[in-house]
C-alpha cells in the first residue's frame, strides 16, 4: 500500500508542481533527507492532495491562506504557481488574501499580496 501511494503522490505533486519543479526537488535527495521527500510524496501528495473530498484548486486556496498566515513565503510562490495551474483565478486569489487580512492580520496579507504579484506577473496573470 506505501508503495501505491507513493506512486499516487508522485503523480499528483507532478501534476500540481510540475515535473521540473519535482525534479529539482528530486535532484537534491540525500541519505539523510530521502526518507523525509518519501513521507512527503506519500503523505502530503498521496494521502492528502489525493483524496477526493476537495478539488485540486480548493485545495490550492487552503494553501494560500494557510501558507500566508504562517509566513511560509517560498512555499507560498509555489503554490500561487499551483494555484493558477489548478484553475485558480486572479480574483479568487486576490479574494482569498483579502480574508486572510481579515482573519490572520494585515501583515501576513501585506507579504502575501506581494508575493502573490510578483509570482501573478511572471506568470502573465497580470501586467
Known amino acids: ?6 506512486a499516487k503522490g508522485m503523480k499528483i505533486r507532478r501534476q500540481v508542481l510540475t515535473d521540473p ?4 526537488a528530486m535532484a537534491n535527495v540525500n541519505d539523510f533527507n530521502r526518507d523525509f521527500q518519501d513521507i ?13 473530498g476537495l ?6 486556496i487552503n494553501n494560500i491562506c494557510m501558507l500566508s498566515i504562517l509566513n511560509r513565503p ?3 510562490e509555489t503554490h500561487l504557481r499551483a ?8 480574483d479568487e486569489i486576490r479574494e482569498t488574501l483579502i480574508q486572510v ?4 492580520g494585515v501583515p501576513a496579507a501585506f507579504d502575501s ?12 496573470a497580470i501586467s
Not at 500500500?1 to 507513493?6: I, P
Not at 519543479?21 to 529539482?24: A, K, L, Q, S, T
Not at 487580512?101 to 490572520?104: E, G, L, N, P, V
Open 21 to 24: 519543479h519535482v525534479d529539482r
Open 83 to 90: 494555484a493558477l495551474r489548478n484553475g485558480c483565478t486572479v
Open 55 to 60: 478539488s485540486l484548486k480548493q485545495r490550492s
Open 113 to 124: 499580496f506581494r508575493i502573490a504579484g510578483k509570482v501573478l506577473k511572471e506568470e502573465g
Open 40 to 52: 512527503v510524496t506519500e503523505y502530503c501528495w498521496g494521502a492528502c492532495w489525493g483524496r477526493e
Open 1 to 6: 500500500m506505501a508503495e501505491d501511494m507513493l
Open 101 to 104: 487580512a481579515i482573519y490572520a
Open 74 to 76: 517560498t512555499e507560498l
